[in-house]
Nanobody, 126 residues
Framework: QVQLVESGGGLVQAGDSLRLSCAAS????????MGWFRQAPGKEREFVAAISWSGGTTSYADFIKGRFTISRDNAKNTVYLQMNSLKPEDTAVYYCAAQRYSNSVNVFESGRYNSWGQGTQVTVSS
């Protein structure tokens, strides 16, 4: 079965950096676009970033563009989220998700993803 396992979260101070990893198994990794979402306390789950099967196309939420970078290593079945200049408002549980390619791929819509990880907590203090 498909399994996505996030790691790399933790407690950091504002301005620090973290690198999240998502290791995938049970799927043909290159057949899936990969995305990162996050959910903060009292907030709805929101899109953070996504990457195409080849890594040639990336998408970012406007508010984090320039601070975060998504990448993938298909040889390792792993997607990464490099987070720099972290802010307290970045505090959330970060989820990795996989969306199989079809004729209606939409990386921005959480409901269109096929599989989800359990999440990793990122806490940014002032």
């Amino acid at each position: 079965q498909v399994q996505l396992v996030e790691s790399g979260g933790g407690l950091v101070q504002a301005g620090d950096s973290l690198r999240l990893s998502c290791a995938a198994s049970g799927l043909t990794f290159s057949n899936y676009a990969m995305g990162w979402f996050r959910q903060a306390p009292g907030k709805e789950r929101e899109f953070v970033a996504a990457i195409s099967w080849s890594g040639g196309t990336t998408s970012y939420a406007d508010f984090i563009k320039g601070r975060f970078t998504i990448s993938r290593d298909n040889a390792k079945n792993t997607v990464y989220l490099q987070m720099n200049s972290l802010k307290p408002e970045d505090t959330a549980v970060y989820y990795c998700a996989a969306q199989r390619y079809s004729n209606s791929v939409n990386v921005f819509e959480s409901g269109r993803y096929n599989s989800w990880g359990q999440g990793t907590q990122v806490t940014v203090s002032s």
